[in-house]
């Protein structure tokens, strides 16, 4: 898997890119990940990205031509077809799917981060990026979306977990049947007075899988009604 992210904030992007699964993945040429600051394309002798909305308002807007030269410079370099990327409020929500589905995606994928009050929509008109979203809410720039839609999707990559299984069993996943994981414990037996429950000491595998399948059961209809509501088909009501 490929991405190339472009940002005005390539340090926090590398910070992220250089810690834990993220940055083990790339050592191992499971993902690679090229990051262009969107400053470089910037116009005149201060690199300006942004400019005040016609019409007024508040904030500022990016401009055009540096998104422009910053994505066609990055696919410049890129062999093939590409799949834009730019997180905003109103796309598609990340979820599960879409993570597996970008981590078997064969095209790179170029991230665009938005930041300040928006951008010309002559960027959306002439690039068509497919708008991705982490939820109902605004975050200040399209860094976290960025690396939250990259962390889903590699995490997912055979091989990059120690063991596959992990996310195999995660919430979501198919043997979770698209619900939330089952309760877990470690050593101690008892702490505070909390007993790990026998069943999972009893080394009776088929009994294990049993409870563990009825507490994601009841785990997913307690804290997700609209999850089990799904997965039965009812309207979540
Ligand atoms: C301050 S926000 C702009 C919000 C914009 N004025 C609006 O009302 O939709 C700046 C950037 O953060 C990113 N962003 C903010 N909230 C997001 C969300 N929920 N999901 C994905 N990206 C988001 C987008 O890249 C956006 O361009």
Not at 12 to 34: P, W
Not at 180 to 205: A, D, I, N
């Amino acid at each position: 898997m490929h991405a190339e992210i472009i940002t005005l904030f390539p340090d926090m992007v590398r910070a992220v890119l250089d810690t834990s699964i993220l940055s083990r993945a790339r050592e191992a040429g499971q993902f690679t990940c090229g990051v262009t600051d969107l400053r470089e394309f910037g116009l005149g002798n201060y690199r300006r990205v942004d400019d005040v909305p016609y019409g007024g308002g508040p904030g500022m807007v990016f401009r055009p031509e540096p998104v422009y030269a910053a994505v066609e410079a990055v696919e410049a370099r890129l062999d093939g077809p590409v799949r834009r990327l730019l997180p905003s409020p109103q796309g598609r929500v990340l979820d599960h799917a879409l993570a597996a589905e970008l981590a078997r995606e064969a095209r790179p994928l170029v991230i665009l981060c938005g930041h300040y009050e928006g951008m010309d929509e002559r960027i959306m008109q002439g690039l068509a990026f497919e708008e991705v979203s982490l939820g109902d809410f605004v975050l200040t720039g399209g860094e976290l979306p960025a690396l939250a839609m990259l962390d889903a999707a590699v995490r997912l990559i055979p091989g990059v977990l120690g063991d596959d299984r992990s996310h195999q069993q995660d919430c979501f996943s198919e043997a979770a049947a698209g619900g939330l994981k089952y309760p877990q414990y470690t050593r101690p037996v008892v702490f505070r007075g909390m007993t790990v429950p026998e069943v999972l000491r009893s080394g009776h595998h088929a009994e294990i899988e049993r409870w563990r399948a009825e507490q994601a059961r009841q785990v997913t209809r307690t804290k997700r009604p609209d999850l089990a509501a799904r997965k039965s088909g009812g309207n979540g009501a």
